[in-house]
């Protein structure tokens, strides 16, 4: 069993930069595949950026493509969502997910994520 809680959500305007953060519970964190995800008002889950167990591969959305980096510290039990040049289109509670996806395919589907933090919400005013 592995919980996961985010924190450092909240409200930025638009050009702006927030830092994410998610801290996992037990020893089993270095063997995750920890993933980033969003879903606003009305929409689907979507999945922005993944990092493999030990940081040596990336996954990323196109819509955050140069603007979201993914980063892991495994002696904290923790993984980073750097975020830069916010935009009102961002606007969403930010999930982090544990999970061990067959391949880098499936690092992307929410499918492949057992575990789930409770959400932070990010605001970026225009």
């Known amino acids: 069993q592995v919980q996961l809680v985010e924190s450092g959500g909240g409200l930025v305007q638009a050009g702006g930069s927030l830092s994410l953060s998610c801290t996992a519970s037990g020893r089993t964190f270095s063997s995750y595949t920890m993933g980033w995800f969003r879903q606003a008002p009305g929409k689907d889950r979507e999945f922005l950026r993944a990092i493999n167990w030990n940081g040596g591969i990336t996954y990323y959305a196109d819509s955050v493509k140069g603007r979201f980096t993914i980063s892991r510290d495994n002696a904290k039990n923790t993984v980073y969502l750097q975020m830069h040049n916010l935009k009102p289109e961002d606007t969403a509670v930010y999930y982090c997910?544990?999970?061990?996806?067959?391949?880098?395919?499936?690092?992307?589907?929410?499918?492949?994520?057992?575990?789930w933090g409770q959400g932070t919400q990010v605001t970026v005013s225009s």
């Open positions: 997910a544990a999970g061990r996806p067959a391949s880098g395919t499936y690092a992307t589907r929410v499918s492949s994520y057992d575990y």
